[in-house]
Nanobody, 117 residues
């Protein structure tokens, strides 16, 4: 079992920045990658950023340059720094932990980000 607790969401103006945190606990030795996903109303959940246990990162082209994922292994915490936020970034953001054996995904409860003036 892996537990994920997100924090850092809220209301921000266009062009602003936010940093999300995801604290992991439990059987974290089995996690091979963690990431952030988001889901806007009426849309499918989409990947925002992934970081592997080795530190490799991956972003969709639409997120590159504005979003940065990082991790603090000592705190078992993953961060998502979001800059130059746009109204279309408004969504519920979910933290994810991926296990390989057996394949399984754990999800946080989600945190709302609203980008609006």
């Amino acid at each position: 079992q892996v537990q994920l607790v997100e924090s850092g969401g809220g209301l921000v103006q266009p062009g602003g920045s936010l940093r999300l945190s995801c604290a992991a606990s439990g059987s974290i030795d089995t996690v091979i990658a963690m990431g952030w996903y988001r889901q806007a109303p009426g849309k499918q959940r989409e990947m925002v950023a992934i970081i592997t246990s080795g530190g490799s990162t991956n972003y969709p082209d639409s997120m590159k340059g504005r979003f940065t994922i990082s991790r603090d292994n000592a705190k078992n915490t993953v961060y998502l720094q979001m800059n130059s936020l746009r109204p279309e970034d408004t969504a519920v953001y979910y933290c994810n932990a991926h296990l390989a054996i057996p394949p399984y995904d754990y999800w946080g409860q989600g945190t709302q980000i609203t980008v609006s003036s």
